[in-house]
């Protein structure tokens, strides 16, 4: 053996080991800082995507509450959608054309759908995501049939909203749609909403959002990598919640009829637009807000196509707007109830003083009709048969301020604070309005402003809470549409007292005086209403109106509807029943022409139904 | 031979024990790994092996390795046969040939070549009695034989053993002095070869997992879906592992099989998860020792057969870990690569342990005249 020379050469590598023992420490601890960089730096993110990996989280919706009359029958529900979700990351190429072909997508949706889950991104492929929504019952049991080799699916009954009353009522009780971008950052708890969810967009659904909502709650499974749900394994390191209960949304009873508003919706059958709201006069509670013609809740929901938008806006009789509170109009002559009650609390004339109507009257150059030749009328008459005459008389003495001193005590132009939606004010010109619009003031504009034309503009919901305070006594109220809010549990969670906004102001007797004279303008044959009285039925008050229309002209309506267009307003505001009054109502034909003719008809034979053939909605 | 008297004495029992810890908590992980899955008998087949390959490591030990030396040439022969049988008798996993049938078991000569080289270029180093700078003409013959194995394992294809090759190749050579000239030359060779073989020589599979590796340095991670999903998988395993760990076959990333091929290329994921970063730092520690420990024995080796030996045997676990673990933590793009002792697969574990035997055999007779 030849060791010797051999060991000195093996000596020779000594150096060598040295710097291959210092390489290989330098890599391992290289190795070691990287794994102390994961795992201990990074614990809580890698952690944070172990437990993702081996959850899948199930949405449960919450169940919206129901929104339900006083004679509870329902008004806003919710039926059965079935939506179907995946989770991108368990979703294998495969699987698209499955389910393709299970949902029968045509080409274009086939694209769309691809397309859709090509663009999510990386963080988002364990993340549940709404694939199709309210699918038919073909596709739901096609889907269901194969579900079992689809492990990337899940089939979620997803409450949807639905309106069995479908446009009656429909400003008032709102809409749903999908929440957009704002909606989500607006919310206080960004959870709150997510991509897809709908929100109330409109009347009650918007105002009693909130509410209404509930809150959505999950179940989360354990699942492999393949997405297979391991049922009863459950690992020490999951610190997550696995169930947590939906909460459903708070149910909300109306103070409105939607009997009372059918029977609107019957007797408005002969005309294309008007408006009805009638009120309790002893709490301002709303049993009726009636505006015509409406859109579909339920079609507004689905998301309208433009073309069906353009339609809705493009209506000159207006579905989109609602007449009963965002629509003002001249309040014609139903507003000599609120100028005769000026002259008659600040005494400014003897309400048995007559006045001669001769069918005209000329003041300086300017000459005012009548309706008729009314002879020597009183005050009291006067209402009765709507003589202008008189009431220019009655104006000059009286004068511009007094009259929109009492208008404002009625509620006129402000706001009723009903608290939905958006209610215009209304408007009561000045003195000091007319001399910056028209130059200097003219008596003629006081003249006017008595008969309920002028500059005056009201809402009906604003005229019937004015005819509630003349049946009441004089207490002007704020009208309330809810009756209560009910927990998911059934207690009361909130209930509405009546609120009045303020006593108007004008002695009994005068208020006394006025409800005779609103009764005998149906009961008596004088009457402007005397033709629409319910014979050997329910005696009606009230007060005709008819409201010139602004002039359309230069507005582009084909010359075929533009006569109807051009044609007044019918009013007919007052109280039921005349002897002991319980609600007061306002109606509105929009070009109805003479309110004695077309809206008086409708709201007495409206209150006959509602006061007699309808039960009581105490009697529920 | 005279073992029978050194036994107490010489027998080299921190080599011993390391490489029975290592083995005993491959064993314990590869339970964990599979439990309640359709394997989850692999531990007691890893165990046979290991029995196995104690015993060929035993048989190793008893044999002077100066037998070794003198048949040499036969081994490494035997060696590159098998290579060559692997196409004609091969068996193909997942589109690569890699093994042979033999009875009941596979067996994978790829693995068995490591052994194969180093005994090979041991012995033409030992009869070389150069001893100062080498240049590019006395790696010639050494090249040669790094480049009849590998260029056959590079055609089954077996990237990642064929870069063990290579790498214990470059340890080996790196104990003899080259001289700096030589040393340039090589690099740039390396530099031209590098895109040649991207372009002609690897599978799209393979250029798509080094893509994938960039992409996740780069911080440009694209596709999760694909092959940078293995790795992303393998660090949510380790780092929700935290300092102390889920606890034994409480690992979630693990059970729920969100780990790919996890008892044989990623068991390190599966221990770093269940026993957290204490327990990865005794496992790495373990394999550091183990590596360092071979130097030693190399250092002390009383010719330059078992020097070279021991130090093959030592870059061949050295590299082997180094890879698999920087692999399985996203420092490397993912090649196949085992971890020596831990990772299931008899091949691989019987190689291990032969070379093992050697370093055993290097060590005990450091003092023998």
Known sequence: MITLSQRREVGEFRKRYRWMALFVVLVFGGIIVRVAQVQLFQQDRWSGIAQQNITKTLELPATRGVIRDITGRVVAS????????????LLRPEDLDRIASLMALSKEEQAAFRARLDEIPLGRRSHQLELFSDIDREQLAALETHLAELPALDIVTVPLRHYPYATLGAHLIGYLNEVNAEDMKRADDPSVYRSGDRIGRNGLEKRYEPLLKGSRGFRRLVVDARGKALEGTRPDSLEVEMLKKPVPGHDIQLTIDMRLMEAFDRAFRPYPSGSAVVVDIHTGAVRALYSKPVYDPNEMSGGLSNKRYAELTGDPFRPLIDKTMYETYFPGSTFKAFTALAALEDAVVDPSQRVECLGSLKIGRQKFRCNKRHDWVDLYESVVQSCNVYFWALAEEVGL????????????????????????????????????????????????????????????????????????????????????????????????????????????????????????????????????????????????????????????????????????????????PAGDPQVAFAVLVEHGGSGGASAAPIATSVMQQYLTELESPEAQ | MAIGRTIRDDFDWPLFIAVSTIALFGVLNLYSATEGGTTSDAYVQQLYWLILGFSVATLTVAIDYRHFERYGWLIYGGCVLALVLVFVLGRSVRGSTRWIALGGFSLQPSELMKIGLIIALAKYLHHDTKTGGRTLVDLIIPGLILALPMGLVLLQPDLGTAMVLAFIFASIMMLTQ????????????????????????????????????????????????????????????????????????????????????????????????????????????????LVLWSLRIASQAKDRFGAVVAVGVGAMIFWQTVVNLGMVSGLLPVVGMTLPLFSYGGSSLLSTMLGLGLLMNVSMRRFLH
Do not use: C
């Open chain 1, 78 to 89: 919710n039926r059965p959608s079935y939506d179907v979700y995946t989770t991108p990351r």
């Open chain 1, 401 to 576: 301020e007094r009259i929109n001193r009492y208008a404002e005590a009625f509620g006129f132009a402000e706001h009723t604070g009903i608290g939905v939606n958006s209610e215009a004010k209304g408007f009561l010109a000045t003195r000091e309005w007319y001399e910056e619009h028209y130059g200097r003031f003219r008596i003629g504009y006081t003249l006017n402003t008595a008969i309920g034309q002028g500059n005056t503009r009201v809402t009906v919901l604003q005229l019937a809470l004015a005819y509630a305070a003349i049946a009441n006594g004089g207490s002007l109220y704020a009208p309330q549409v809810v009756q209560n809010i009910r927990s998911p549990d059934g207690s009361l969670s909130e209930t509405f007292q009546p609120r009045i906004r303020r006593e108007v102001g004008v002695a009994p007797q005068h208020l006394d005086l006025m409800r005779r004279a609103l009764i005998d303008v149906v009961q008596d044959e004088s009457g402007t209403a005397y033709k629409a009285r319910n014979k050997d039925g329910v005696a009606v008050a009230g007060k005709t109106g008819t409201a010139q229309v602004v002039s359309r002209k230069g507005r582009s309506e084909e010359s075929s509807s533009a006569w109807y267009l051009d044609r007044s307003h019918g009013w007919f505001a007052g109280f039921a």
């Open chain 2, 178 to 289: 080259l001289k700096m000239r030589s040393v340039v030359t090589l690099l740039a060779t390396f530099v031209v070869a590098a895109p040649v073989t991207w372009f002609y020589l690897l599978k799209d599979y393979q250029k798509e997992r080094i893509t994938a590796f960039w992409d996740r340095l780069g911080g440009t991670q694209t596709d999760l879906l694909d092959s940078g999903w293995h790795t992303h998988q393998s660090l949510v395993a380790i780092g929700s592992g935290g300092l102390t760990g889920k606890g034994f076959t409480q690992g979630t990333q693990t059970r729920f099989r969100f780990l790919p091929d996890q008892h044989t290329d990623f068991p390190f994921p599966v221990w770093a998860e269940e026993h957290g970063f204490l327990g990865a730092v005794l496992l790495i520690s373990l394999y550091l020792f």
